[in-house]
């Protein structure tokens, strides 16, 4: 891969750089868990060769990153093989919670670990852990598809045929250094470094207060066909995106909850863009949306539609100052939100769950396999609510993971119920 020619001196993208600073601040809060169950015969062997192949065909993946001054490594990521078959759930489900909170090192473990557990004659649990320096969810997810389709490949006899990349994560990472060396980058980097200059003197106080603990529960709320396509109707007649639509319910519903100051941030996907949409690696950025008080609905729906229109364009450069950047790793839990939103109706029917961490139905993947999604007993998070909305099967699938040192079960119900009405109803 023309990228890659020079693997190790291939820079840091802005997301890697932030990351990086991040993890030596709050070592568990950028990695990801995921697991799959699966039933029927498989065959060990070749699923240990599908991996393999798959996952070392990408440099990204491979990568370990050396202290300052910063610099990729490479090894090969192997499968782990675990036969648990004499373990009762309850020890199976230990083992899982201890695996998904153990700490990654950059420079020593390997980044994606991928276990195959087996605990029934015919019972698996594909368990997936990484390191978000190094890759996101839709990565994963992009990841587990070309490791399924090459098993499937190996086991009908067809061989290992991997997929032709038209551009690869350095190539994107070039990309990303010459738009924010250029005119229009610096334009927008200045936007941002003056839209947080704004905030600096309340951020420094917000940093001074005391940490919280990253220890994380969930709950889920599902928006149903009928209901979200209203949801969505009521959008189109304000004149913006349910995207945006939902933002804006998210942060009355917080502002109401908190009256506080409090920062929101919102995750976009640079998968919007065709050519990246089949990268791999950390594709994610993350940009501060502006948090009024006593606002009328429509002119909070109007001003976080310019906002995040504006985010889109300069997103680039946005991550390199904002919630992740230079500023934002100070801020502790409670001052800081985070809505995270996947558009995932084109992807394959039932799997789609692994997108926001949910369960799914079960899938068949030939006459002899089937699996399905599966949740993990804990999730982590350094904020103090993190709403993860997946929109697949004409439904909204949302999870508030919140941080349970900041709040109590009850009150993220009412917030969950708050928000469901402002969104229903307009504010």
């Not at 648990?84 to 670990?113: C, E, W």
């Not at 499937?152 to 070039?174: M, W």
């Not at 919102?266 to 502006?290: C, D, W, Y």
């Not at 079960?409 to 009412?414: A, E, G, W």
Request: hydrophobic share 40%; net charge positive.
């Amino acid at each position: 891969m023309s990228g890659w020619k020079h693997a190790a001196d291939v820079p840091l993208s802005i997301t890697e750089r932030s990351i990086y600073n991040l993890h030596y601040r709050k070592a568990l809060a950028d990695m990801i868990a995921r697991a799959i169950s699966i039933k029927g015969t498989l065959q060990i062997d070749l699923f240990r060769e599908a991996v393999q192949r798959t996952v070392n065909t990408y440099p990204i993946v491979r990568c370990r990153y050396t202290r300052e001054p910063v610099r990729r490594i490479f090894a090969d990521v192997e499968l782990d093989i675990l036969d648990v078959r004499g373990m009762s759930d309850s020890h199976v489900k230990s083992f899982l919670t201890q695996y998904s909170n153990s700490p990654i090192a950059l420079d020593t473990d390997q980044l994606l670990s991928l276990s195959l557990i087996r605990t029934g004659e015919d019972e698996y649990i594909f368990l997936t852990k990484c390191h978000h320096i190094i890759t996101d969810g839709i990565s994963l997810s992009l990841l587990w598809g070309l490791i399924l389709s090459t098993y499937l490949d190996l086991e009908s006899g067809a061989g290992f045929r991997p997929q032709p990349e038209i551009i690869d994560y350095a190539d994107y990472v070039g990309f990303e250094n010459n738009y924010i060396r250029s005119q229009r980058g610096q334009k927008a980097l200045q936007h941002w470094q003056n839209k947080l200059a704004r905030q600096r003197g309340a951020i420094e106080v917000a940093s001074s207060g005391k940490g919280v603990s990253l220890y994380c529960e969930d709950l889920v709320c599902t928006l149903y066909k009928k209901e979200f396509s209203h949801i969505k109707e009521r959008a189109r007649a304000a004149g913006v995106s349910h995207f945006v639509y939902l933002c804006a319910g998210f942060q009355q519903a917080l502002f109401e909850l908190l009256q506080k100051d409090f920062w929101m941030n919102t995750s976009l996907s640079l998968r919007i863009k065709r050519e990246h949409r089949k990268v791999l690696g950390p594709m994610f950025r993350q940009v501060n949306l502006a948090v009024v008080a006593e606002e009328a609905w429509l002119k909070k729906l109007r001003r976080m539609c310019k906002e995040i229109h504006y985010a889109v364009r300069t997103v680039y450069v946005a991550d390199s100052i904002g919630p992740h950047g230079i500023i934002g790793n100070n801020l502790p839990a409670p001052c800081t939100y985070l809505i995270n939103f996947l558009q995932t109706e084109v992807q394959q029917e039932g799997l789609q769950a692994i997108y926001n961490d949910a369960s799914s139905n079960w899938v068949n993947l030939n006459e002899r396999v089937k699996m399905r999604s599966m949740s993990l007993p804990t999730r982590i998070t350094p904020y103090g609510i993190y709403l993860s909305l997946a929109a697949y099967g004409g439904h909204l699938h949302s999870n508030f993971v919140y941080n349970a040192n900041c709040f109590s079960r009850d009150t993220v119900q009412k917030l969950s119920d708050r928000w469901r009405f402002i969104l229903e109803n307009g504010c």
